[in-house]
T-cell receptor
Framework: NAGVTQTPKFQVLKTGQSMTLQCAQD?????MSWYRQDPGMGLRLIHY???????DQGEVPNGYNVSRSTTEDFPLRLLSAAPSQTSVYFC??????????????FGSGTRLTVV | AQSVTQLGSHVSVSEGALVLLRCNYS??????LFWYVQYPNQGLQLLLK??????LVKGINGFEAEFKKSETSFHLTKPSAHMSDAAEYFC?????????????FGKGITLSVRP
């Protein structure tokens, strides 16, 4: 099992450029989410999806778009990159275990720098 | 809103010493609580989780945590620190087992282990 795969691992963008961070999981998990990690801030939820065709905003959604056309993929789009979006981005997928509780599997992250 | 507080941003212990990382949650109902570890340049790995039942939860790598409702705490401990424990540790809370319940992280604590 590949688990949760994020690409690219590193990216440098110029202010105003757009790009898509890819996230794919092969575990048939219904729930997927995007977080950003900044020093001293922990991880903050950007967007999440409870299934194909369903997305919702998290804590810090501004400047980001998501879509969920398939169960496997959950791309994160930066519409017009800003230096404030310099961060490490993590994608996670979630499963419901036998007791009915959710466990999370995280990708290895994308380190984004906006100059 | 659900939240967790991790006091301090950095803890330093000697190898072989007790590790204690503090986490307090705000909740009017017993939540689901998690501890994650992040090694340098890696994603997040689940150490342990509390859902229901036994309040003392054992995790991987010799870590354990005790859920204390009266203190709204979920502190992480390890009797004897090892050099390989040096990492960043995150406490996280989820309000319920429902699909729309979000995983909220604390700001993280960096653990250093001195030889």
């Amino acid at each position: 099992n590949a688990g949760v795969t994020q690409t690219p691992k590193f990216q440098v963008l110029k202010t105003g450029q757009s790009m898509t961070l890819q996230c794919a999981q092969d575990m048939n998990h219904e729930y997927m989410s995007w977080y950003r990690q900044d020093p001293g801030m922990g991880l903050r939820l950007i967007h999440y999806s409870v299934g194909a065709g369903i997305t919702d905003q998290g804590e810090v959604p501004n400047g980001y778009n998501v879509s969920r056309s398939t169960t496997e993929d959950f791309p994160l789009r930066l519409l017009s990159a800003a230096p404030s979006q310099t961060s490490v981005y993590f994608c996670a997928s979630s499963y419901r275990d036998r007791q009915g509780y959710y466990g999370y599997t995280f990708g290895s992250g994308t380190r984004l720098t906006v100059v | 809103a659900q939240s967790v507080t991790q006091l301090g941003s950095h803890v330093s212990v000697s190898e072989g010493a007790l590790v204690l990382l503090r986490c307090n949650y705000s909740s009017s109902v017993p939540p689901y609580l998690f501890w994650y570890v992040q090694y340098p340049n890696q994603g997040l790995q689940l150490l342990l989780k509390y859902t229901t039942g036994a309040t003392l939860v054992k995790g991987i790598n010799g870590f354990e945590a005790e859920f204390k409702k009266s203190e709204t705490s979920f502190h992480l401990t390890k009797p004897s620190a090892h050099m390989s424990d040096a990492a960043e540790y995150f406490c996280a809370v989820r309000k319920s087992s429902g699909a729309n319940s979000k995983l909220t992280f604390g700001k993280g604590i960096t653990l250093s282990v001195r030889p």
